[in-house]
């Protein structure tokens, strides 16, 4: 794909990849409050979205950040696992719920008032939030919007619900793939504080096609691990980050093996468009690991290299620094004890080869050519509403020592993203 | 220390910190070239800074980096560290001599040119570049400015070769202590990649009271970990980082005791000095973690939040954002597995408490005193020559899990920063 010239253009192109599986509803609504904490008085605007099956479902899964000290939607969602059957997902943006006194009532609090209004047992929704972390959801304020929000459910499409999740993204997103009789659709938000084991990242995967409970548990991990575990836009892993997958078994069944080879499409995909819409991300940095001796080390290593911020520095300046690629690959394997040996280290940066037998191979005309190849995988951060292409910088290591490797995803690091973080919440 | 109005006074202290232990002359010198590996042919400008005992000693120390890919200077230093005693240091910046085809030949006939000028076998000399990763040395050029180099070798103070070391330094830095009948000195470089294991940062120490090459090494290798190795400016480790410590004994002995106790003073000073220099640094952030099982997990979760992107860029924006403080230590902990209970957990930033019993605890009022806090341990990062003043953004967090602790020091993540990465070659 060549990216869009317009955000109407994208747009479209959402609606289409958007279109809701059969037994599924979304809606969002919006309120503002002016959060306790906060040292002016001036209000913020929360949406309110609702994804909602027809009926409960017993084929759900999930999985949650590692993060240590997990926001309460988390210890929430890991009770609603131990259920037989869910229904729903209510979900706010702006404030995270996390580490507050009265977090986990406070989410319990709204989905009981969700539940009086549409019928549903409190126990089959889960209660997701993302935004800033430790200031206390305003619960009144929420659950004054609750039946407008209930009032706007549809089927259609998912692109307002996909719109409504969003915190600092630039884009709304979403992936979908036809399978069997049905499809798989996937919305996300995530922007800054994306890494690793999916940090600030809402993923909610909608399905009709029916597999075991089981094994779409196995699939959504399997797939996770893949592609939201292996992306970086700054390093950070939240405490709120989750996948949740629901199925309406509405378009019959498929293999097990049918049914995750289409979610890692769906979620690969996902994955590189949530890295591309990553705060001021103006490069995408693909990097490939191989050669090494197993596939945890090469994951490692390419995370050492799309998280070094002289790296994703010098990648945001279209400077073919390569000696910083190599220095990030060195600090890894010398600081984690892995045996290298420089004289197989192989790397590429696009087509050029800068590194081997020990040595960098630059020139004046490489360098040029090196630094408009960097120019031209770029994208101006400040556009905001849609990707501009979707060009990555490939940078692939061959470190000689194995048969493992691994792709890892990482963004640059720009004013856009300093401009971003330095004033979140303000 | 209220730090300093203007650089003139700054330098005046500079030469009273400087003034060299006997038995030592310094000098710096200049030549211009033209690299070619760079695009365009607009020459560069590099130093040249010696540092010569009047006599050999066989007193020296080092402590040099652990990245797997070590430049030509520390695979010399390696051998020079088997000799019985050595004699100088020829440093250069601009380029840091890493994986050329010729890097450590370069550094040879460097050295042998050298030796022929000042009359001392080369094996007693080190050579030490630090700058851009994977360019050739200028050779040439260096050799045809050695002579004027040695020229201009003076005894006094070393604020010259302080200078004459640095690359993107904002300042230079010196710091020296007394002890017995004389005094320790060190000089350092090093402004962006800084991280633990002394990534490029280059220190250089002189004294005149004696101790023996053991104990020289051991104290050396003890005061590096606890304070080179706990500073963090971009969290990258460098091919080229390396502590080298000589002494001219010539003003008689001390015990290992109390040279190890002057050298922590020393070097504790000097690696805050590097992080308050560090690239477009406006925040030293000081991170206490107590209450850890062990010293290492204490400096590891002290390492994750000084090199929190969203930490470092929250502080910059003077934004007390306090949840990303308790997300980056839950993701440091869930993610390596380390045991920690939220109930126990304490934090407190400045004098302020906002974590404990599990929950934030956060007002509008502390919102604003800590924004306040923040504001006042600004230092404007595009004032150059000297540092303002040297105040610290101090985060402490007990764990409440046993009696380890450590300090760990970084810096915020500035608009600055971008802006000297993003074009550091250029």
Same mark, same amino acid.
């Given at each position: 794909?060549?990216?869009?010239?317009?955000?109407?253009?994208?747009?479209?192109?959402?609606?289409? #990849?958007?279109?809701?599986?059969?037994?599924?509803?979304?809606? +969002?609504?919006?309120?503002?409050?002016?959060?306790?904490?906060?040292?002016?008085?001036?209000?913020?605007?929360? &949406? !309110?979205?609702?994804?909602?099956?027809?009926?409960?479902?017993?084929?759900?899964?999930?999985? !949650?950040?590692?993060?240590?000290?997990? *926001?309460?939607?988390? /210890?929430?969602?890991?009770? #609603? /696992?131990?259920?037989?059957?869910?229904?729903?997902?209510?979900? &706010?943006?702006?404030?995270?719920?996390?580490?507050?006194?009265?977090?986990?009532?406070?989410?319990?609090?709204?989905?009981?008032?969700?539940?009086? !209004?549409?019928?549903?047992?409190?126990?089959?929704?889960?209660?997701?939030?993302?935004?800033?972390?430790?200031?206390?959801?305003?619960?009144?304020?929420?659950?004054?919007? /609750?039946?407008?929000?209930?009032?706007?459910?549809?089927?259609?499409?998912?692109?307002?619900?996909?719109?409504?999740?969003?915190?600092?993204?630039?884009?709304?997103?979403?992936?979908?793939?036809?399978?069997?009789?049905?499809?798989?659709?996937?919305?996300?938000?995530?922007?800054?504080?994306?890494?690793?084991?999916?940090?600030?990242?809402?993923?909610?995967?909608?399905?009709?096609?029916? %597999?075991?409970?089981?094994?779409?548990?196995?699939?959504?991990?399997?797939?996770?691990?893949?592609?939201?575990?292996?992306?970086?836009?700054?390093?950070?892993?939240?405490?709120?980050?989750?996948? !949740?997958?629901?199925?309406?078994?509405?378009?019959?069944?498929?293999?097990?093996? +049918?049914?995750?080879?289409?979610?890692?499409? %769906?979620?690969?995909?996902?994955?590189?468009?949530?890295?591309?819409?990553?705060? *001021? +991300?103006?490069?995408?940095?693909?990097?490939?690991?191989?050669?090494?001796?197993?596939?945890?080390?090469?994951?490692?290593?390419?995370?050492?290299?799309?998280?070094?911020?002289?790296?994703? +520095?010098?990648?945001?300046?279209?400077?073919? &620094?390569?000696?910083?690629?190599?220095?990030?690959?060195?600090?890894?394997?010398?600081?984690?004890?892995?045996?290298?040996?420089?004289?197989? /280290?192989?790397?590429?940066?696009?087509?050029?080869?800068?590194?081997? *037998?020990?040595?960098?191979?630059?020139?004046?005309?490489?360098?040029?050519?090196?630094?408009?190849?960097?120019?031209?995988?770029?994208?101006?951060? #400040?556009?905001? *509403?849609?990707?501009?292409?979707?060009?990555?910088?490939?940078?692939?290591?061959?470190?000689?020592?194995?048969?493992?490797?691994?792709?890892?995803?990482?963004?640059?690091?720009?004013?856009?993203?300093?401009?971003?973080?330095?004033?979140? #919440?303000?």
């Amino acid at each position: 794909m060549e990216g869009f010239s317009s955000e109407a253009e994208y747009l479209e192109e959402l609606r289409r #990849r958007a279109v809701l599986p059969a037994g599924f509803r979304v809606s +969002t609504g919006r309120l503002t409050f002016t959060p306790n904490e906060r040292p002016t008085q001036e209000p913020y605007r929360m &949406n !309110l979205s609702l994804l909602l099956a027809d009926r409960p479902t017993e084929i759900f899964a999930a999985v !949650l950040t590692r993060n240590a000290f997990p *926001g309460a939607p988390v /210890l929430l969602a890991r009770n #609603r /696992l131990r259920e037989p059957s869910v229904r729903g997902i209510l979900v &706010n943006n702006k404030i995270a719920n996390v580490c507050t006194a009265s977090g986990v009532e406070d989410a319990e609090r709204l989905l009981s008032e969700l539940s009086a !209004l549409i019928d549903v047992p409190a126990k089959q929704l889960f209660s997701v939030s993302t935004g800033i972390i430790g200031w206390s959801l305003p619960v009144p304020d929420m659950v004054g919007a /609750l039946p407008a929000t209930v009032e706007a459910l549809h089927g259609g499409d998912a692109v307002d619900f996909a719109r409504g999740i969003m915190t600092t993204d630039a884009f709304p997103k979403v992936r979908s793939v036809s399978v069997g009789e049905g499809s798989i659709v996937a919305c996300a938000k995530g922007a800054g504080m994306i890494e690793p084991n999916m940090a600030t990242m809402l993923v909610f995967i909608v399905t009709d096609v029916a %597999v075991s409970r089981e094994d779409a548990q196995a699939a959504l991990s399997a797939v996770a691990e893949r592609s939201f575990n292996r992306i970086s836009v700054d390093s950070d892993q939240s405490t709120s980050d989750m996948a !949740l997958l629901l199925s309406s078994a509405q378009r019959g069944s498929v293999p097990a093996s +049918t049914f995750q080879a289409a979610l890692e499409e %769906v979620c690969g995909r996902l994955a590189e468009d949530i890295v591309r819409n990553g705060e *001021g +991300t103006g490069h995408v940095i693909r990097v490939r690991i191989s050669g090494m001796q197993d596939e945890a080390t090469a994951v490692a290593a390419g995370k050492a290299v799309v998280n070094s911020p002289l790296v994703k +520095t010098a990648i945001y300046g279209n400077d073919p &620094n390569v000696g910083r690629i190599v220095s990030s690959l060195g600090d890894y394997a010398g600081n984690s004890g892995v045996e290298v040996d420089r004289e197989r /280290l192989f790397i590429r940066l696009g087509q050029w080869e800068v590194f081997s *037998g020990g040595v960098f191979h630059l020139d004046r005309d490489k360098e040029t050519r090196l630094s408009s190849y960097l120019q031209e995988a770029a994208m101006n951060p #400040r556009i905001k *509403g849609y990707p501009q292409h979707d060009r990555c910088v490939d940078i692939h290591a061959d470190f000689g020592l194995g048969k493992a490797e691994a792709v890892v995803l990482g963004s640059d690091l720009s004013h856009e993203y300093i401009q971003e973080n330095a004033d979140y #919440r303000t």
